[in-house]
């Protein structure tokens, strides 16, 4: 089997597990509170261990070697994302926006390279539409540095998502975007 039909294929799964899990976490009257500015779990800091794929590369400098769907990758990452403002740019619903701050260490087969370690820092903007569910979209730069944090490599990194409250103060949370194409994660979310 093909690496793009198995990592397809992984997309797909971890779609699926998601969809069932939000269906089965969200009551059926489950009450629409995106026009609450302040009805979501109150936190300073969402902290989240995750597991990431990517399944897609642009050539990020003169040497790059892989092509758009070879070597793809997989690894663990770890999001801090901190709460600026709540409610965010639009005061009458229920938004916030948070620094986040990533880091991300995936297998790499490029160059001689085994390993790559990602260090993200962006924005992110939630939307909270029922006590349970809430969206994101965040985006910023993505530093490259690969197994002797040699030759970095400057990116943008790009995804949107969504969380599953699985009790008070976690959630389930899944991201789709680039670089990394999917990633599966626990937000914890701490302080008030």
Not at 8 to 17: D, E, M, N, Q, R
Not at 30 to 46: C, F, G, Q, S, T
Not at 181 to 189: E, I, R, Y
């Amino acid at each position: 089997m093909s690496p793009r039909a198995t990592n397809a294929g992984a997309c797909a799964l971890g779609f699926a597990v998601f969809s069932g899990l939000a269906t089965l976490a969200v009551p059926a009257n489950a009450k629409n509170l995106i026009r609450d500015p302040m009805a979501h779990p109150v936190y300073a800091v969402e902290l989240e261990p995750q597991l990431v794929s990517a399944l897609w590369h642009r050539r990020f400098s003169h040497w790059r070697t892989s092509k758009a769907f070879e070597d793809p990758e997989l690894g663990v990452g770890f999001r801090a994302t901190i709460e600026m403002e709540d409610p965010a740019f639009v005061p009458t619903i229920n938004n916030n926006v948070g620094l986040t701050l990533g880091l991300v260490f995936t297998s790499c087969d490029c160059r001689e390279f085994g390993f790559q370690t990602n260090v993200l820092v962006g924005a992110q903007w939630s939307f909270w539409f029922t006590e349970r569910l809430s969206a994101f979209a965040e985006a910023g730069p993505v530093l490259r540095l690969y197994d002797a944090l040699l030759e970095p490599d400057l990116d943008l990194f790009s995804h949107i998502g969504g969380r599953v409250l699985v009790g008070k103060d976690i959630a389930l949370t899944l991201r789709l975007g680039y670089p990394h194409s999917l990633a599966l994660g626990a937000s914890f979310f701490v302080g008030d």
